[in-house]
C-alpha cells in the first residue's frame, strides 16, 4: 500500500530534505571528498555533521549496518561500505548516498563526486544519470502511472548508449526509509498505481557505461558491475502535489564540481 502524506508529514520531510542537502553542498564546498582521504574519514564527518544538523542516520543499524552513509567508487553502483583502507584517489568517481530523519520523517539523496579531474566517460555517464534522474521527476504528477516515471529514466539513459540497473530500485519514503511502492527505473509507461498528491518516492537511477549486470561482493553490501565497466547513482526525495513535482532534497549543484 502506498502512504499518502498529511501537510504536517510532508512538512517535517521537506525540514529533513533541506538539512540532508546542506550537508551534500558541504561535502562539495569544504572539499571532503578528495584525494587522499579514506571512504571511513568521509563516513565520519557525515556522521559528525548529522548530528549537528539534528539529523538522525536511517542507514546505521538498517540490517546491520555499521555506517552512516554508502560511498560506492568506479565500478561500485551503490551500498559501497566505508573503511579506513580505501583511498580516495584522482580520476575516482565516487557515489555518496545517505538517508536521515528529523522528527521521525526521512530524506534520501544521492550525489556523484570526482575526485580531480574526470575522465570524459565518467562525465558524460554522470551527467546523463542526473538528466534520467530529472526525466523522472518531470513525471510525478498526479494522474501519472508510476510506470510514467521508471520509463522516463530508462528511455534517457538507453538513448545514450548505457545501462539501466535491474536489480536494484528506488522506493516509497515517509517514516520509513524504504515503503511502498518499488520504483523501478525501466518498464513500460502506463502501467502501475496512479499518482496521487502526498505520495512521496526515492527515485534513484543506477546506470552503468557497459552491461547492466551486478553483483553483491563478499561484503554483503557493496553492488559491483560484471563487466567492471563505470557506474553512477544519483537520488532526489520527491513529494507529488497538485501540480509541479516538489524534489525537497535539491541542491546548488547536480553533479559534484559541476552546476
Not at 536521515?100 to 580531480?116: E, I, L, P
Not at 553483491?216 to 553490501?221: F, G, I, K, N, R
Request: hydrophobic share 40%; proline share 3%.
Amino acid at each position: 500500500m502506498i502512504l499518502v502524506k498529511n501537510k504536517s508529514s510532508i512538512a517535517k520531510m521537506e525540514e529533513a530534505g533541506r538539512r540532508l542537502a546542506t550537508l551534500f553542498i558541504e561535502l562539495e564546498h569544504k572539499n571532503v571528498v578528495k584525494a587522499g582521504a579514506s571512504t571511513a574519514s568521509i563516513d565520519a564527518w557525515v556522521e559528525e555533521r548529522l548530528a549537528q544538523l539534528d539529523l538522525v542516520s536511517r542507514m546505521k543499524g538498517y540490517m546491520g549496518y555499521r555506517h552512516v552513509s554508502c560511498i560506492s567508487i568506479n565500478d561500485e553502483v551503490v551500498h559501497g561500505v566505508p573503511h579506513k583502507s580505501r583511498i580516495l584517489q584522482d580520476g575516482d568517481l565516487v557515489k555518496v548516498d545517505i538517508c536521515a530523519s528529523w522528527r521521525g520523517y526521512c530524506a534520501d539523496m544521492a550525489r556523484v563526486f570526482f575526485v580531480g579531474k574526470p575522465s570524459e566517460d565518467a562525465l558524460k555517464l554522470a551527467r546523463v544519470a542526473r538528466a534520467a534522474l530529472d526525466k523522472g521527476i518531470e513525471k510525478a504528477r498526479p494522474g501519472n502511472r508510476l510506470s510514467d516515471i521508471s520509463a522516463a529514466i530508462q528511455q534517457e539513459v538507453e538513448r545514450h548508449g548505457f545501462g539501466v540497473v535491474r536489480d536494484f530500485a528506488g522506493h516509497g519514503i515517509g517514516k520509513q526509509m524504504h515503503e511502498d511502492p518499488e520504483v523501478l527505473n525501466y518498464g513500460e509507461p502506463g502501467e502501475g498505481p496512479i499518482l496521487r498528491q502526498g505520495m512521496a518516492f526515492a527515485l534513484e537511477p543506477m546506470i552503468t557505461f557497459g552491461s547492466y549486470d551486478v553483483f553483491v561482493t563478499e561484503d554483503d553490501w557493496t553492488v559491483k558491475t560484471e563487466d567492471k565497466s563505470l557506474a553512477a547513482h544519483v537520488e532526489d526525495t520527491v513529494v507529488i502535489t497538485d501540480g509541479e513535482p516538489k524534489v525537497i532534497t535539491k541542491t546548488d549543484f547536480p553533479l559534484g564540481g559541476l552546476k
